[in-house]
């Protein structure tokens, strides 16, 4: 349908016409009051959407240099409204599926905007506008999704999503009947699209290469908690890239379990790449993976001179006793684990960098004798609020700035004969220390003491 306005063609002004269901127009919503200087402006100016009349079912849209929207904090619905026609001009839309719920077509002499059911810029899809809950989505040359494009939207399928070529957010399809959808190996999807994590399901199987998992798909409160108690994630390397890159791994897992990854692929997964981020899971398991080894769910990697330790996961059990293959502990390696309680080092850790145990809530720690230990790096342990008594190794000489600070609950230490020098703030804010015996090898100490 063609509607003829002079308007549209001769002014640079723009405009929403009304027309009603005889296509009588009804009313013009002339915008020139938002313009300061319309004739030579290039900024495009918004101009609100309101006040439609009950008899009105089309809106034909036109002019240049305009944004045309709807106030979000009014919640406007307009229902009568079935048919939107954009004629030519430079002008966007902002709408959502809610003001305009039963919009049955749009028409376009817009070279921008496609006609069709929905409301489409060139590729990118803006709008479903509500729909019924037997409604297919047909998303043949679609490649983009806008950031709302589903929200409401009544339908559950999706086909012809194989262009697609963006990255998502679940939050585009909240509210929307995909979520409704049932569950397949934990996941629930729109298309091949994974838009929510099923908060009952036992395990978490990506195994499908097919499938592309929204950026913000991923389980919070209590249902995380939860779900490192009894559920799994099984990730397969060929199949993983979509939701490595996704917020999966932060729903937390009683395990993860990654196969036949290499050492590469493995890299792209933070906690084993990144020292200042976390594993919310229980253990970790490799299966069929190079450069690195799990062992009673920790993950270590294997470096020339022996096993490092990466990474305890954040719900891991209540003790841990490091292997005596290990020589190291990496940065940042225990930081905010909630469940440990106490840590056994073997004497064949030489190395436990800065910040290792960095606000976790352990109560003990306790070094093997002959252990070869001779630095506690710094931040080491701080932030341990429940850290209560350390018994440091024989061959101790240097405790570094801020190694023990806000160890609230630290209430004894014992240094070694041999220790030569305590750093700044080395154990600032241990409220509960009262006394501390040092040795007369003691050559250094910095101010210290809150």
Avoid at 94 to 120: A, C, D, H, R, T
Avoid at 166 to 185: H, Q, R
Avoid at 356 to 366: G, V
Wanted: some cysteine.
């Amino acid at each position: 349908m063609h509607v003829q306005n002079e308007f549209f063609s001769k002014s640079p002004i723009s405009c929403i016409l009304l027309l009603n269901k005889k296509r009588k127009e009804i009313k013009k919503m002339n915008t020139k009051e938002f313009f300061s200087d319309y004739s030579h402006s290039s900024k495009k100016v918004d101009v609100p959407i309101c006040d439609i009349p009950d008899d009105v079912d089309t809106l034909v849209f036109g002019g240049i240099n305009v944004i045309y929207y709807c106030n979000k904090s009014r919640h406007e619905t307009f229902s009568n409204i079935k048919q939107i026609i954009l004629k030519d001009g430079d002008y966007l839309l902002q709408i959502s599926n809610k003001n305009f719920p039963n919009v049955e077509w749009v028409e376009s002499e817009n070279p921008s905007y496609l006609s069709g059911k929905y409301l489409v810029m060139k590729d990118k899809l803006l709008n479903t506008f509500l729909q019924t809950p037997d409604t297919v989505i047909d998303m043949k040359g679609i490649k983009h999704i806008d950031y709302d494009a589903f929200v409401g939207c009544k339908a559950k399928r999706l086909i012809h999503d194989e262009d697609l070529c963006d990255t998502y957010f679940a939050s585009t399809f909240k509210e929307s009947g995909f979520l409704e959808n049932k569950p397949v190996n934990g996941k629930i999807k729109a298309g091949r699209i994974v838009i929510k994590l099923d908060p009952n399901a036992d395990k978490v199987l990506i195994n499908d290469p097919g499938e592309v998992f929204a950026l913000d798909v991923t389980i919070n409160g209590e249902d995380r908690e939860r779900a490192a108690q009894i559920r799994d994630l099984i990730i397969d390397a060929k199949d993983s890239l979509s939701a490595i890159r996704s917020k999966v791994l932060e729903s937390g897992f009683k395990s993860m379990i990654f196969r036949n990854f290499k050492r590469e692929e493995l890299r792209m997964i933070s906690f084993f790449s990144s020292k200042y981020s976390y594993c919310l899971a229980k253990n970790i398991v490799l299966e069929n993976c190079s450069g690195y080894q799990t062992i009673d769910g920790l993950l270590y990697e294997e470096r020339p001179e022996g096993l490092t330790l990466l990474k305890c996961p954040v719900y891991h059990d209540k003790e841990v006793r490091l292997p005596n293959n290990c020589v190291g502990i990496e940065s940042y390696a225990f930081l905010d684990v909630k469940s440990v309680e106490s840590v056994f080092i073997p004497k064949s850790v030489t190395d436990i960098r800065a910040n290792a145990f960095h606000r976790c809530q352990l109560k003990s720690i306790t070094f093997e004798e002959g252990s070869n230990l001779k630095c506690i790096e710094p931040c080491c342990f701080e932030g341990c609020v429940a850290l209560e008594k350390v018994i440091l190794p024989s061959k101790i000489e240097m405790i570094c700035c801020s190694a023990f600070k806000d160890c609230q609950k630290l209430h004894t230490m014992i240094l070694p004969e041999g220790l030569r020098k305590i750093r700044t703030d080395a154990f600032y804010k241990c409220n509960s220390l009262k006394e501390i015996a040092f040795p007369d090898s003691l050559q250094e100490i910095q101010e210290n003491f809150d």
